[in-house]
């Protein structure tokens, strides 16, 4: 979402219309360990389309979730339960110092650092369902949606796969003995 303005140039200034809700566990003690997957699917549950939803960040057991703003007051309301925990959502002020999106570094083996190929191994699809994914235009890299299944990844670049995760494309680490790469990715939880 952008906003384009200026107080200055149009004599006003526009509201950011993105609202931060806190969603916290009622009871910390016998709240389950929540994951962005749990509290995105407890969203997408009320009927509400992904659009509207931006990032979900995740400290201990609280999601920070950003939404359009006419979406605030519904979530607030019928966001009660994520997963199996019972949940408070409140409009928060702001996001918590020093907290980003969490990374779990991994090395995967693939035959080369093509897009269908690397999306098959972080995923743990066949080739040809990772290319079936890319051709029904369900995969971004950096953001804008890629439909060959030949694209080769370069170092740093971040793959979205519609309901499969995000990931970031570190590059190779070294070659096997039997020629394939060993690659490093760094995926969002």
């Known amino acids: 979402m952008v906003r384009f303005g200026d107080p200055e140039i149009l004599g006003y200034e526009e509201a950011f219309p993105i609202t931060v809700?806190?969603?916290s566990p009622l009871m910390e003690k016998f709240a389950d360990v929540l994951?962005?997957?749990d509290f995105l699917g407890?969203?997408?549950n009320l009927g509400i389309e992904r659009r509207v939803i931006g990032d979900i960040l995740i400290d201990g057991?609280?999601?920070y979730v950003m939404c359009e703003s006419?979406?605030?007051?519904?979530l607030s309301e019928n966001l009660t339960r994520v997963k199996h925990t019972s949940v408070h959502t409140t409009a928060a002020a702001s996001l918590p110092n020093g907290l980003k999106p969490k990374l779990v570094t991994q090395e995967i083996q693939t035959g080369s650092n093509r897009l269908d190929a690397v999306i098959a191994q972080a995923h743990r699809?066949?080739?040809s369902k990772a290319q079936e994914l890319i051709?029904?235009?369900q995969v971004f890299i950096g953001g804008r949606m890629v439909q060959s299944v030949s694209v080769q990844l370069h170092e740093g670049e971040e793959v979205s796969v519609r309901h499969h995760g995000k990931l970031r494309y570190i590059g190779p680490v070294r070659k096997t003995r039997k020629g394939?790469?060993?690659i490093q990715i760094e995926r969002y939880v």
């Open 42 to 44: 407890a969203i997408l």
């Open 70 to 74: 006419l979406m605030a007051e519904y």
């Open 135 to 137: 051709q029904s235009g």
């Open 61 to 63: 057991s609280t999601g």
């Open 35 to 37: 994951t962005h997957r």
């Open 21 to 23: 809700l806190r969603v």
């Open 180 to 182: 394939n790469l060993l």
């Open 125 to 127: 699809l066949s080739r």
